[in-house]
């Protein structure tokens, strides 16, 4: 993430090889100078033009409900239109939700989150760590 003037003010890892046309925001984070002066917001609406032909965006809050900050961090996508996805889900053996931004898919993933995660993950992970990495109750 750069600013206009091409100051690098955060970065990004997304998963986005996927049968399904589908991509998993795996990592984010903006630098703390720049934290809390919209950079993230933008950031974010950065990877919805960019991602606009796919079927949608995942993210992971993980230790959601747990901790503050997982709320937080929930309230703060679905204040910017990601919607959970009805399932139980864990990442690293913490409760986390799993949310996507619908773009060109339907509303709701659920009936397919399961095969897109796997899918995905199957590019980054060995076959024998997916389930205990991303795991649905």
Avoid at 27 to 55: H, I
Avoid at 108 to 134: G, K, N
Wanted: contains cysteine.
């Amino acid at each position: 993430l750069k600013d206009e003037k091409g100051t690098e003010r955060g970065y990004a890892v997304v998963y986005k090889h996927s049968l399904y046309h589908y991509a998993l925001l795996a990592y984010m984070g903006v630098y703390p100078t720049f934290r809390g002066q919209g950079a993230a917001r933008r950031f974010l609406e950065l990877l919805r033009e960019r991602y606009a032909d796919r079927q949608g965006l995942f993210l992971e809050v993980t230790d959601y409900p747990g901790s503050e900050h997982g709320r937080q961090l929930h309230d703060f996508y679905a204040s910017l239109g990601w919607r959970d996805v009805n399932c139980d889900y864990s990442t690293g053996g913490v409760a986390s939700a799993l949310m996507c931004l619908p773009l060109r898919g339907p509303a709701d993933p659920t009936p397919a989150a399961r095969l897109i995660l796997r899918e995905l993950y199957a590019h980054v992970l060995p076959e024998q760590l997916i389930d205990r990495f991303s795991h649905f109750g």
